[in-house]
């Protein structure tokens, strides 16, 4: 059971590190226990992002916090065109939470770091008192390397630009909210929440300079992320929502819920916004890979309605799609 | 005030990133509101580290937890022989807490960050239901440049070097222990948290490569650090009771509750270890600047009792002084 004490920086705190966290993700840089990991870069522009992670359920179907929490911060890294390298992880425990959980979490985290590639190199640890948190919270911040000429922005959609999705939608929100909310379904939705830098690596390869830039549509779903999209952009997009890769069971309990799939967060899936010329291609190599089988165009740039989302109905109606407002869902992330 | 959607990815988010975040930290990077902030760095090694902020209560005497989280970072970076450069700002707020209250913190932050040199390049929000946390957490990571040759580590401790503290001990426990516990003393004592990276420029630059190692006694106080040093260059620290610095009203406040002062939390000293030859260089150096006036040679490397810190007291005794055991004082960081 951890107490108050695993976050003291004293004895326990030592002895936690060295059974719990370097046993699980020990390597030569982890291991020096410095205040600060020293890594050697090569010359170049390096990406940097952070993710606190307070998803509720710790655990759920298709993964756990600690595998959500590498995946989380290595996609962001991954669809800003770099390759993930470092991981640093932050541990914010309430006190008496089971030791056996820690330990889960924390191979998940392993296991997560191993299919990514990314080392964990430096960490901390603090403990709070009982209804301090609501069991685990996990920050990751990842430094990831962006090769040379490499630039991914919004700034550089054009009309005609293909947008692209790599697979179906709103599985990680809907498995939470589920879990949270004890509903059962006949099929279980479960999480897509996995790792993508083989399939940003694949789409750059496909693409070359005619990626114009990806997204991970986490937090608020594929609506709020092409929002985004449209916003820094200032173009327009139009969505086909019977191009949308949609489960019939996860269309199925949001009808039964009353909730939008297009705002249920993914965990395992990018957006594409590609030049036409590159577009077949780069969904030929997406589709090569497990976790883009289901890659499908889902609509393109419009040289009309810059800043805006545009859906066109499977009725031929056409609607603007906003970004997400308020807080309909759980803690998803 | 917070509400659960300014966690929510959606609007509710972008205008909180917009106008508190934005407002305090603007920067070129930062302002791009990318996935990642990419960063251009020189060939060469970086110092990456990071931390969690869980103090209770949030607001204290010389601080508040926005200030000693860009603190806490940059020191871990500075005393790795680092040039503190880029942060990140992870915070996981609960529902409810006052917007007048974030605005107040992460003033802080900005006010921190620009002593310290630094800036803040990316973020994130999570909001959390009531009683999820103990109002905020703030996480910081932090990237600093390594200068090419500098070598810091407790491995080039010798026997003879000079072990200095950069001024008096104990402030930032027992300020956070006494607001917590609502006592008052005559007169009153306030939490050193500063950054340090302009000491520690100081003191490489006058040590050159006699500087051996830094650390800054945080959690765990100055007995908890030495210790560290101790079991990781395999070498023995006697240290001298007499030559503490140790403020009347601090030794005075742990008598009455019992408590050892070098246990308690530092948030704005360095601990140096430095060879013989440029220990007085040093000292003349720190006490130049205000953050180091207090400086004092404390004791030194010595050649048996290796892996041990010993404590001659102002009787001539010498005792064994231990690493932190359990928990004796609140959430100090």
Redesign the interface.
């Known amino acids: 059971m951890i107490?108050?004490?695993h976050?003291?920086?004293?004895?326990?705190?030592?002895q936690l590190v060295k059974t719990v966290f370097q046993e699980a993700f020990g390597n030569p840089i982890l291991d020096?226990?410095?205040?600060?990991?020293?890594?050697?870069?090569?010359?170049?522009?390096?990406?940097?992002?952070?993710?606190?992670?307070?998803v509720?359920p710790i655990f759920f179907p298709g993964g756990d916090i600690g595998k959500i929490a590498v995946c989380g911060t290595v996609n962001?890294?991954a669809?800003?065109g770099?390759e993930p390298l470092?991981l640093?992880?932050?541990?914010?425990i309430e006190e008496g939470f089971p030791l056996a959980d820690l330990r889960r979490i924390v191979h998940s985290m392993k296991e997560a770091a191993e299919s990514a590639g990314v080392r964990v190199?430096?960490?901390?640890t603090?403990?709070?008192?009982r209804?301090?948190?609501?069991k685990i919270?996990i920050?990751t911040?990842?430094?990831?390397l962006?090769p040379e000429g490499r630039v991914l922005?919004p700034r550089r959609m054009q009309p005609g630009d293909a947008v692209i999705v790599s697979g179906s939608l709103g599985e990680h929100g809907l498995a939470i909210l589920a879990r949270r909310e004890g509903l059962s379904f006949t099929t279980p939705v479960v999480s897509d929440c996995a790792p993508l830098q083989r399939l940003t690596r694949a789409i750059l390869e496909a693409g070359g300079d005619g990626i114009r830039c990806m997204?991970?549509p986490?937090?608020?779903g594929l609506a709020?992320t092409l929002n985004e999209l449209a916003a820094?952009s200032g173009q327009g997009i139009l969505v086909h929502e019977e191009l949308l890769p949609l489960r019939r069971e996860v269309v199925g309990a949001c009808e039964m819920l009353g909730i939008d799939p297009l705002?249920l967060?993914n965990e395992g899936k990018v957006i594409v916004v590609a030049a036409p010329d590159v577009a077949e291609r780069v969904l030929e190599a997406m589709r090569g890979l497990p976790e883009g089988t289901g890659a499908l165009r889902i609509g393109e740039v419009i040289p009309d309605n810059p800043g805006l989302v545009l859906l066109e109905t499977e009725l031929g109606a056409t609607r603007i799609i906003?970004?997400?407002?308020?807080?309909?869902?759980p803690?998803i992330c």
Chains 1, 2 share one sequence.
């Open positions: 107490l108050l004490g976050g003291s920086g004293g004895t326990l705190t030592n020096e226990m410095l205040d600060a990991a020293v890594l050697e870069l090569p010359k170049g522009r390096i990406a940097f992002t952070t993710d606190s992670f307070v509720d962001d890294l669809v800003s770099a470092y640093s992880a932050g541990f914010i190199v430096t960490g901390d603090k403990v709070v008192g209804g301090g948190t609501d919270f920050n911040t990842g430094i990831g962006i922005s997204r991970d986490t937090r608020g709020t820094q705002y967060a906003t970004m997400l407002e308020g807080e309909p869902l803690r």
